[in-house]
Each structure stands twice: as structure tokens, then as C-alpha cells.
């Protein structure tokens, strides 16, 4: 969308691609990031980390910036980038140490407005961003002669990436008041895809709508004087069936060669140009530049731009539950935190968080900035059709690279280099049939890349996710129980519900052996008394059953709790003892402490009138599930 025109565009440009990929980076970090159920810190010793995390980052930006080579240009910018990606480092060590989701978890309201706890979350990696600029500002007006207060200086740099984070805050806000709509109908419409599908097209209406203006705004760009380049520009508009309002874009105090195009609707739609691009350029080569804008729109490069972005949502979101499900359902994940005693809860966070984050760094380096280099030369090769010939551009881009320091050769992931820009429009020159081919070249690969996305969504939608799931669960449930077991050894609640996991795994032997743990650390808890009384009375596997145990068990968790289930493995107790009228004087009392499981209990009866203990044991019945309330 913008050019690269000079040595400080030529920094500038790929910080704002880069800070388009750090901010979503710090997005997904946030949004990935679990809220723990007890913070690892108290309220005070977590700000105290957060304060001590905030003084290392500003240490760290102040021993960058003191180097030489930061009192350049080139230099600025390369410490600038450098700090946003340390920044990230540390806004992860505060979101993991100081459980920020967790204290900022009040800012929701009751859970009502989850979108300002995340907004909250962008606030905080600002905070660091903020200490780069408040150190950088004296830097930034040894190479720009400008002098700013570090509140202005903040001030300005957050405008500038406001626009990158607006439209997820914007859809962040309206998803939480659609979600206050009292209307089930609503809530099942946008929990389906075609709620994700109305939710992108509600994307798309913004951006085309308000984002223009917006951004038009906060980035201080005021009209074009009336005069005769105005009036002549405006005239090459309308020549090639064109319009857009013509701004100056003050951008790095107007010192960029750069200009861009936003918006696709006409009177929303805005070409930017920086007060050095003007200056600096024949009209010739303003017209050549105006080409290039005029066909990133007719080529519909912005509408392509929103399709890619919307793509990985898409494709993220539907691959995010299955890639957890399928990745937990392998043995390695359970190796490690039963070999690095890893908490379960990190294990998952890790598991959806690491792969989707991987992906989307690869996706926009290289899918999008693949695209995006190939739009930007299509833009280039608009030229021919608008003048005939691409003198005037190459002539521009020489001057820029000659200006900038010989910089023709220096590669680009998202423009391509200036000799790569300059060479394929030389082969144009000589042969036109190389502009269709690079048309078709475009169309091609945005085919290939409708087709792959539909493939992977219909490869997604084959991952047995229920299936994954139910095995997940079982598994993480374990592993959360063996850690909670490991992290308070004391606590019976933990080997209790071990043993009842893995009674519905048929697992009896680990039951009884977790049985057996949990009662000697609470001999008067009538619910492990309860389940291992059950255990020994109807265990699949012979060898284990007890039945005087399960007796003794069960008269005293009756005796202790005498509730319903509990005095019907007590009268179980009885009949499997051959205590036929205590089992039956069990069951009725059952039946009067739990009158709702009255069928139940009057069949129990019945069978203990007509069949014998011992014949079930033979029969290898009653099975072995689990006995506890409900």
C-alpha cells in the first residue's frame, strides 16, 4: 500500500508491516493466555514483578538507544524494532509471573465484557511500548529535528498503531453486546459459522466504511492546498475514471518519501502523500506514483488484503479445537509433564497456543507477504495502461535508491527490492507479454490459495473431533489429578477422584490402589469409605473383590452419612455376607432417605430375595461402575 522512496521509508515501511505482526502477536498471547483459578502471586508481590519487569525494559531501552548506531535513520529504526520484539518477551513474563489475565479479570464486570479485560491486555504491552518511546524521543529528534514531551511523543506513536488493533477492538466490544441480547436465537446464529461468516462480513463493512476516515484522523493527515498540483492531480484522477481526496501524510514529520491509498468506496477513499514525496518528485513521477495507487484499487489489492486476513481468522478458528484435541491425544505431551512435572493447565495452553501462533508467523511472512509483494508489482505494472511506459517510476525508484545510500540491491519480503522492481518493469519495457503473465500469475496463485483454504477446512472438518475429545478429556483429567496429587500429597480429594476416573476407565486395580491412598489419609471419609466398599463388592476382576471389608467399610460411612447410595452398598454389603434381612432393612431405609431412586432400590430388594451373592460372582455381576451421590 505504500512505497519504498527513501532510506527513512525504506525503515519505515517494514516496521509497519512488523508491528502489524507484533501486535497480533501480543493479541494472541493474551487471548491464548489461561486464567489461573488461584494466582501464583499475591496481588502485591505480582505488581511488585510487574514493576521490577517494567524497570528492566526501560534499562534495556536505554542501553539500545545509547549506541551509535541509534543516532541514524537505518539505526532508529533497527533499535525500534528490536525493542518491540523484547517488549513482547516481557509482556509475556508479566502475563505467566504476575497472572495479569487473573487481576485484570475485574475489568469484565461480572464476565459481561470480556472485550475490556483484552483491550486491558493490549494496554499492558502499550505500557512497555511506551517506556521504548519515551527513551527513543531523543533519538528520534536527533534524526528528525523534532522536539516532543514524552507525552506527546507516546501520544503520537499510539496513534500511529491505533489503526493496526482497531478493528479487533471494535469486533471485541459489539461481540460482547451481542452476547447481552436475550436472545437464544442470536447466541446459537453466532456460535455457528455463519455467525464466524456474519462477523467477517461486519469486519469487512468497517473497514470499508470507518476505517478511511478514521485512520485518515488519527494520523493527522490534513487536505491537499487548492493549487496546481492539487488541480493537476485531480485531473489524472478523473482521467483514468478515479477519485479519491488528495491528503498530506505527515508522516516521520512529513521527512518519508512515501505515499498510500485507503479505502475502497469512493468519498472514503483517500491517496496519501508525504510533504517530502511532493517535494522531491517531478510531476512526471507524481503521476507515475498515482498509477501505482490508482492500481492497487482497480486491481482490488485492499478487498484482496481483507480476504487474507479473514482467511487465517477463518481457518484458525475452526483448526484451533481440533489441533488441541489432536495434539493432547498423543503420549509425548503426558511424558512431559509427568517427566517435567509441567502443570496440565500449561500443557494446554502450550498445545493450542504454540502451533496456531507458529502458524500465523509463517502466514504472514510468507503467505501474505508473498501476495502482497505480487500486488505491489501488479501496482507497478498498472503504469503502462495509465502512461504507456514506465519511465517515470523507474526514474523515481533510482533516485530513491541513489538518495538512500545505494540501497537498489537491499532485499524486501513485502516490495520487493528496488532492482527487482526496477529489472522486471525493464523486461516490460522490452516485452508487455511479461505484464500478462504476472496478471496471470496473480490470479493463479489466488485460486491456488481459495482451493488450499477450502481444502483445509474440509480436511478439518474429517478430524473425528468428538472422538479426540472424549479421549482428551480422560486423559487430561488424569493428568490433572496426578499433578494436583503431587502438588498437595495430603489432600485426599485428589486420590478419591483419581480412583473414581479410574473406575469408569476399567481400571480397578488403580482405583483400589488410589482408594486405598485416599483413605489412610482421611479414615473417617465416608464418600472413600463409600466407593471402596463398592469397589471390593462388584470389581470385575474377582481377585479384588472383599466382601467383610466392604462391609465394615460400609456400616461406618452409614453410620457417618446415611444417605441413599450409601446404604444401598451398605445393604449390598449385607446380602453379599449372607445377611439377607439387614440387606433388605438397608435398602427400605434407602428408600426412605432417598424416595426418588425408589424403583431402583425395590428391584435391589428383589434381587437380593432371589438370587445369591455368589451366583453374581460367577456371572461376573453386578459390574464394577463407580458408586457415589447421583
Given at each position: 500500500?505504500?512505497?519504498?522512496?527513501?532510506e527513512?521509508?525504506?525503515?519505515?515501511?517494514?516496521?509497519?508491516?512488523?508491528?502489524?505482526?507484533?501486535?497480533?502477536?501480543?493479541?494472541?498471547?493474551?487471548?491464548?493466555?489461561?486464567?489461573?483459578?488461584?494466582?501464583l502471586?499475591?496481588?502485591?508481590s505480582?505488581?511488585t514483578?510487574?514493576?521490577?519487569?517494567?524497570?528492566?525494559?526501560?534499562?534495556t531501552?536505554?542501553?539500545?538507544?545509547?549506541?551509535?548506531?541509534?543516532?541514524?535513520?537505518?539505526?532508529?529504526?533497527k533499535?525500534?524494532?528490536?525493542?518491540?520484539?523484547?517488549?513482547l518477551?516481557?509482556?509475556?513474563a508479566a502475563?505467566y509471573?504476575?497472572?495479569?489475565?487473573?487481576?485484570l479479570?475485574?475489568?469484565?464486570?461480572?464476565?459481561?465484557?470480556?472485550?475490556?479485560?483484552?483491550?486491558?491486555?493490549?494496554?499492558?504491552?502499550?505500557?512497555?511500548?511506551?517506556?521504548?518511546?519515551?527513551?527513543?524521543?531523543?533519538?528520534?529528534?536527533?534524526?528528525?529535528g523534532?522536539?516532543?514531551?514524552?507525552r506527546?511523543?507516546?501520544?503520537?506513536?499510539?496513534?500511529a498503531?491505533?489503526?493496526?488493533?482497531?478493528?479487533?477492538?471494535?469486533?471485541?466490544?459489539?461481540?460482547?453486546?451481542?452476547?447481552?441480547?436475550?436472545s437464544?436465537?442470536?447466541?446459537?446464529?453466532?456460535?455457528?459459522?455463519?455467525?464466524?461468516?456474519?462477523?467477517?462480513?461486519?469486519?469487512?463493512?468497517f473497514?470499508?466504511?470507518?476505517?478511511?476516515?478514521?485512520?485518515?484522523?488519527?494520523?493527522?493527515?490534513?487536505?491537499?492546498?487548492?493549487?496546481?498540483?492539487?488541480?493537476?492531480?485531480?485531473?489524472?484522477?478523473?482521467?483514468?475514471?478515479?477519485?479519491?481526496?488528495?491528503?498530506?501524510?505527515?508522516?516521520?514529520?512529513?521527512?518519508?518519501l512515501?505515499?498510500?491509498?485507503?479505502?475502497?468506496?469512493?468519498?472514503l477513499?483517500?491517496?496519501l502523500?508525504?510533504?517530502?514525496?511532493?517535494?522531491?518528485?517531478?510531476?512526471?513521477?507524481?503521476?507515475?506514483?498515482?498509477?501505482?495507487?490508482?492500481?492497487?484499487?482497480?486491481?482490488?489489492?485492499?478487498?484482496?488484503?481483507a480476504?487474507?486476513?479473514?482467511?487465517?481468522?477463518?481457518?484458525?478458528?475452526?483448526?484451533?479445537?481440533?489441533l488441541?484435541?489432536?495434539?493432547?491425544?498423543?503420549?509425548?505431551?503426558?511424558?512431559?509433564?509427568?517427566?517435567?512435572?509441567?502443570?496440565?493447565?500449561?500443557?494446554?495452553?502450550?498445545?493450542?497456543?504454540?502451533?496456531?501462533?507458529?502458524?500465523?508467523?509463517?502466514?504472514?511472512?510468507y503467505?501474505?507477504?508473498?501476495?502482497?509483494?505480487?500486488?505491489?508489482?501488479?501496482?507497478?505494472?498498472?503504469?503502462?495502461?495509465?502512461?504507456?511506459?514506465?519511465?517515470?517510476?523507474?526514474?523515481?525508484?533510482?533516485?530513491?535508491?541513489?538518495?538512500?545510500g545505494?540501497?537498489r540491491?537491499?532485499p524486501?519480503?513485502h516490495?520487493?527490492?528496488?532492482?527487482?522492481?526496477?529489472?522486471?518493469?525493464?523486461?516490460?519495457?522490452?516485452?508487455?507479454?511479461?505484464?500478462?503473465?504476472?496478471?496471470?500469475?496473480?490470479?493463479?496463485?489466488?485460486?491456488?490459495?481459495?482451493?488450499?483454504?477450502?481444502?483445509?477446512?474440509?480436511?478439518?472438518?474429517?478430524?473425528?473431533?468428538?472422538?479426540?475429545?472424549?479421549?482428551?478429556?480422560?486423559?487430561?483429567?488424569?493428568?490433572?489429578?496426578?499433578?494436583?496429587?503431587?502438588?498437595?500429597?495430603?489432600?485426599?480429594?485428589?486420590?478419591?477422584?483419581?480412583?473414581?476416573?479410574?473406575?469408569?476407565?476399567?481400571?480397578?486395580?488403580?482405583?483400589?490402589e488410589?482408594?486405598?491412598?485416599?483413605?489412610?489419609?482421611?479414615?473417617?471419609?465416608?464418600?472413600?469409605m463409600?466407593?471402596?466398599?463398592?469397589?471390593?463388592?462388584?470389581?470385575?476382576?474377582?481377585a479384588?473383590?472383599?466382601?467383610?471389608?466392604?462391609?465394615n467399610?460400609?456400616?461406618?460411612?452409614?453410620?457417618?452419612?446415611?444417605?441413599?447410595?450409601?446404604?444401598?452398598?451398605?445393604?449390598?454389603?449385607?446380602?453379599?455376607?449372607g445377611?439377607?434381612?439387614?440387606?433388605?432393612a438397608?435398602?427400605?431405609?434407602?428408600?426412605?432417605?432417598?424416595?426418588?431412586?425408589?424403583?431402583?432400590?425395590?428391584a435391589q430388594?428383589?434381587?437380593?430375595?432371589?438370587?445369591?451373592?455368589?451366583?453374581?460372582?460367577?456371572?461376573?455381576?453386578p459390574?464394577?461402575?463407580?458408586?457415589?451421590?447421583?
Amino acid at each position: 500500500m505504500s512505497h519504498a522512496l527513501s532510506e527513512i521509508q525504506l525503515r519505515s515501511i517494514p516496521l509497519i508491516y512488523s508491528n502489524l505482526l507484533i501486535f497480533l502477536v501480543a493479541i494472541f498471547l493474551f487471548s491464548m493466555n489461561t486464567m489461573a483459578e488461584e494466582p501464583l502471586l499475591s496481588g502485591w508481590s505480582a505488581l511488585t514483578v510487574l514493576v521490577l519487569l517494567l524497570a528492566g525494559y526501560d534499562v534495556t531501552a536505554r542501553r539500545l538507544f545509547k549506541t551509535p548506531e541509534a543516532r541514524t535513520s537505518a539505526g532508529y529504526f533497527k533499535v525500534e524494532k528490536r525493542l518491540t520484539i523484547i517488549a513482547l518477551l516481557f509482556f509475556m513474563a508479566a502475563l505467566y509471573l504476575c497472572d495479569a489475565k487473573y487481576y485484570l479479570a475485574v475489568l469484565s464486570f461480572g464476565n459481561r465484557f470480556p472485550a475490556f479485560v483484552n483491550i486491558s491486555g493490549l494496554a499492558l504491552f502499550l505500557l512497555f511500548l511506551s517506556l521504548l518511546w519515551r527513551v527513543g524521543r531523543v533519538n528520534y529528534r536527533h534524526v528528525f529535528g523534532r522536539n516532543y514531551t514524552a507525552r506527546e511523543f507516546i501520544a503520537v506513536n499510539v496513534k500511529a498503531n491505533l489503526p493496526i488493533v482497531l478493528p479487533w477492538v471494535v469486533l471485541s466490544l459489539l461481540s460482547d453486546l451481542a452476547a447481552l441480547v436475550p436472545s437464544p436465537a442470536l447466541h446459537a446464529f453466532l456460535a455457528s459459522e455463519w455467525g464466524d461468516l456474519a462477523f467477517f462480513m461486519l469486519f469487512l463493512f468497517f473497514v470499508l466504511l470507518f476505517f478511511p476516515p478514521l485512520v485518515r484522523r488519527l494520523w493527522d493527515c490534513t487536505e491537499l492546498p487548492d493549487g496546481p498540483l492539487k488541480r493537476h492531480l485531480t485531473s489524472f484522477c478523473q482521467k483514468q475514471g478515479f477519485s479519491a481526496g488528495l491528503y498530506i501524510w505527515p508522516l516521520f514529520e512529513g521527512q518519508a518519501l512515501t505515499a498510500g491509498v485507503m479505502g475502497i468506496v469512493p468519498g472514503l477513499r483517500y491517496i496519501l502523500l508525504t510533504p517530502a514525496i511532493i517535494e522531491t518528485m517531478s510531476v512526471a513521477e507524481l503521476e507515475a506514483i498515482m498509477a501505482h495507487e490508482i492500481g492497487h484499487v482497480k486491481k482490488g489489492h485492499l478487498l484482496l488484503y481483507a480476504l487474507l486476513i479473514g482467511g487465517f481468522s477463518v481457518f484458525a478458528a475452526m483448526m484451533a479445537e481440533p489441533l488441541v484435541y489432536l495434539l493432547l491425544s498423543r503420549e509425548f505431551f503426558y511424558s512431559l509433564m509427568a517427566k517435567g512435572h509441567v502443570s496440565p493447565e500449561t500443557v494446554l495452553t502450550l498445545a493450542g497456543a504454540v502451533p496456531l501462533l507458529f502458524f500465523m508467523v509463517v502466514y504472514f511472512r510468507y503467505i501474505f507477504g508473498y501476495f502482497i509483494r505480487n500486488f505491489e508489482r501488479q501496482a507497478d505494472l498498472h503504469v503502462f495502461s495509465v502512461i504507456g511506459n514506465s519511465s517515470a517510476l523507474i526514474q523515481a525508484f533510482e533516485k530513491i535508491a541513489v538518495l538512500s545510500g545505494n540501497i537498489r540491491e537491499q532485499p524486501s519480503w513485502h516490495h520487493f527490492g528496488i532492482g527487482e522492481r526496477v529489472r522486471y518493469l525493464e523486461k516490460c519495457e522490452i516485452n508487455q507479454e511479461y505484464i500478462v503473465r504476472h496478471d496471470r500469475k496473480v490470479k493463479l496463485s489466488l485460486l491456488c490459495y481459495v482451493l488450499a483454504l477450502l481444502l483445509a477446512v474440509g480436511l478439518v472438518r474429517q478430524i473425528p473431533t468428538e472422538q479426540l475429545s472424549l479421549q482428551y478429556e480422560e486423559r487430561f483429567a488424569e493428568a490433572i489429578l496426578l499433578e494436583k496429587a503431587r502438588q498437595e500429597p495430603e489432600k485426599a480429594l485428589w486420590q478419591r477422584l483419581l480412583g473414581d476416573l479410574m473406575i469408569s476407565k476399567k481400571m480397578e486395580r488403580k482405583a483400589l490402589e488410589a482408594y486405598d491412598k485416599a483413605l489412610n489419609l482421611e479414615p473417617a471419609n465416608p464418600e472413600i469409605m463409600n466407593n471402596l466398599a463398592w469397589l471390593l463388592l462388584t470389581s470385575a476382576d474377582i481377585a479384588l473383590r472383599d466382601p467383610m471389608r466392604a462391609l465394615n467399610l460400609a456400616r461406618t460411612a452409614a453410620a457417618l452419612q446415611p444417605r441413599g447410595y450409601i446404604l444401598d452398598t451398605l445393604a449390598t454389603a449385607y446380602w453379599a455376607n449372607g445377611f439377607i434381612e439387614e440387606a433388605i432393612a438397608s435398602e427400605r431405609q434407602a428408600i426412605f432417605s432417598d424416595p426418588g431412586q425408589r424403583r431402583y432400590y425395590q428391584a435391589q430388594i428383589e434381587r437380593f430375595r432371589n438370587q445369591k451373592y455368589e451366583d453374581s460372582v460367577r456371572s461376573n455381576s453386578p459390574g464394577g461402575d463407580m458408586k457415589s451421590e447421583g
